[in-house]
T-cell receptor, first 112, second 111 residues
Framework: EDKVVQSPLSLVVHEGDTVTLNCSYE??????LLWYKQEKKAPTFLFML????IEKKSGRLSSILDKKELFSILNITATQTGDSAIYLC????????????FGSGTQLTVLP | EAQVTQNPRYLITVTGKKLTVTCSQN?????MSWYRQDPGLGLRQIYY???????DKGDVPEGYKVSRKEKRNFPLILESPSPNQTSLYFC??????????FGPGTRLTVL
């Protein structure tokens, strides 16, 4: 059975801190790993990673994939209160294309 | 504007009363799927569809039905809802590769 585990489950930091969110997976026929941000509504796409060792970057957010060790990290530098959200990791794999398995998410709270 | 729409956004119903949650996308995406989100369990896939008339079960399909008669629409049907189907439901669409676009969610309560 495909599995995606995120850690920590919850994180509280102050503005300006740097955070690292973790995602490990066990998936057959791995195709890609995706990160989403979910505020009080639908998840919004952040990154899609398919190759090991290539960092994806968008502003203060960055992510990297290690296909050998089966994990990914999402870094957020100089956090702001607007970064408060649930961050979801999903892995595309399994028998059918586009079958996504999600982790349970990391709840990030950034205090002023 | 490219979007995925769901209706209704909120629904309170009683056990056993059939309901349908509609989902529509305007991006000509082949792939559509339904998820439910419950505290501590993350998003779990209910059903997905690779194209018109092609649907398949996800991780938690029991108690749900779907249909894909047109490319843009992918309704979720609960023939006989039960309280354990109280959840937040998301529809999503995508091309066969790349990121998924999520609808705004439907919060369903079954009494």
């Amino acid at each position: 059975e495909d599995k995606v585990v995120q850690s920590p489950l919850s994180l509280v930091v102050h503005e300006g801190d740097t955070v690292t969110l973790n995602c490990s997976y066990e998936v057959t026929n791995f195709r890609s790993l995706l990160w989403y941000k979910q505020e009080k509504k639908a998840p919004t796409f952040l990154f899609m990673l398919t190759s090991s060792g290539i960092e994806k970057k968008s502003g203060r957010l960055s992510s990297i994939l290690d296909k050998k060790e089966l994990f990914s990290i999402l870094n957020i530098t100089a956090t702001q209160t607007g970064d408060s959200a649930i961050y979801l990791c999903a892995v595309e794999g399994g028998g059918s294309a586009r079958q996504l398995t999600f982790g349970s998410g990391t709840q990030l709270t950034v205090l002023p | 504007e490219a979007q995925v729409t769901q209706n209704p956004r909120y629904l309170i119903t009683v056990t056993g009363k059939k309901l349908t949650v509609t989902c529509s996308q305007n991006m000509n995406h082949e792939y559509m799927s339904w998820y439910r989100q419950d505290p501590g369990l993350g998003l779990r896939q209910i059903y997905y569809s690779m194209n018109v008339e092609v649907t398949d079960k996800g991780d938690v399909p029991e108690g749900y039905k779907v249909s894909r008669k047109e490319k843009r629409n992918f309704p979720l049907i609960l023939e006989s809802p039960s309280p354990n189907q109280t959840s937040l439901y998301f529809c999503a669409s995508s091309l066969l590769t790349g990121s998924s676009y999520f609808g705004p969610g439907t919060r369903l309560t079954v009494l």
